[in-house]
């Protein structure tokens, strides 16, 4: 989860620079088909796709429906969001994640976890509005970050449901079923918007940045949550989230957007605080 805050940090970043350039839909059909096909290859070397793996594939189209709503509603918001803004927003994951995965696992919250979680949002938050008090207190939302937040909810529900729809298939076999219907629901809903982009306009960096959502952003963290959701309970997997607006800071800053002031490192404190809370070994009661 670790790596996986660092990837998606970098998608913000690298998304804001193309999202006007291409339609969401397409984008996020065109990059998941290729990774699909990655995706596919590697478990056909591997654990292969039996067909058992596949039964009660509504499993497969709930989750693929869910994640390609989140993707879609990224680069929808950033359209008109700043890749800082968007990850203040992708900072109320964890909460919404401990939420469902209550309601739908019953995955209990110990009073330190839910003090953890505020506690992180805050100093995530912070980081976000880079250390200044009355930027934080106004918390001002635009159309891309409640575009974007709707996105988060059903991250939040794709990261529970996945634990519980899983019945022992392979990782890459099950990835592979989930990526498929997500593509399949974007071409029958998009497929007009992926044959309408300008694909040809696209600059050479356009192509790399695509690359990257492709590889890392898409093949990678899609890896890294499904390893990590059967493994972890559903507030503590999102936990990470709250290191995102610091890897965007960074990347900004790599990009050349400018160093944050030094105060900016005070939040950044205190999300590691709340990540050593959160991952502290601790059964509810």
């Known amino acids: ?30 990059r998941f088909s290729i990774a699909t096909v990655i995706i596919g290859i590697a478990a056909l070397m591997g654990s292969g796709m039996k067909r058992s793996y596949y039964r009660a594939p509504w499993r497969y189209i709930v989750l693929g429906g ?6 879609v509603l990224m680069f929808e918001g950033l359209k008109t969001a700043s890749p800082v803004s968007t990850a203040a927003v992708f900072t109320l994951t964890p909460v919404l994640s401990a939420i469902f995965g209550w309601l739908l696992m019953r995955q209990a919250t110990t009073q330190r976890m839910v003090v953890a979680l505020v506690f992180g949002g805050v100093g995530a938050l912070w980081v976000i509005f880079r250390a200044d008090l009355s930027a934080f207190l106004a918390f001002e939302i635009g159309r891309g970050e409640k575009v974007f937040f709707v ?13 519980r729809f899983n019945r022992g298939e392979p990782a890459l076999a099950f ?12 071409l029958v809903f998009g497929g007009s918007a992926v044959l309408s982009a300008d694909w040809g306009s696209l600059l050479l960096t356009d192509w790399l940045i695509i690359a990257y959502l492709i590889i890392f952003a898409s093949t990678v963290t899609f890896l890294l949550l499904r390893f990590a959701s059967l493994r972890l309970p559903s507030a503590k997997v999102m936990a990470y989230t709250y290191l995102t607006p610091s890897w965007v800071i960074g990347w900004e800053v790599l990009l050349g957007n400018g160093a944050p002031q030094p105060m900016i490192f005070v939040g950044v404190g205190v999300t590691m605080v709340a990540l050593w809370m959160l991952l502290k070994n601790e059964h509810a009661a």
């Open 66 to 71: 869910l994640f390609a709503s989140y993707f």
């Open 175 to 186: 990835n592979f079923g989930v990526m498929s219907a997500m593509v399949l629901l974007l």
């Open 1 to 30: 989860m670790l790596s996986f805050s660092f990837l998606v940090g970098g998608s913000f970043s690298f998304g804001s620079l193309i999202a006007n350039k291409i339609d969401p839909v397409a984008l996020t059909a065109v």
């Open 151 to 163: 996105g988060c909810v059903a991250h939040a529900i794709f990261t529970p449901l996945v634990a």
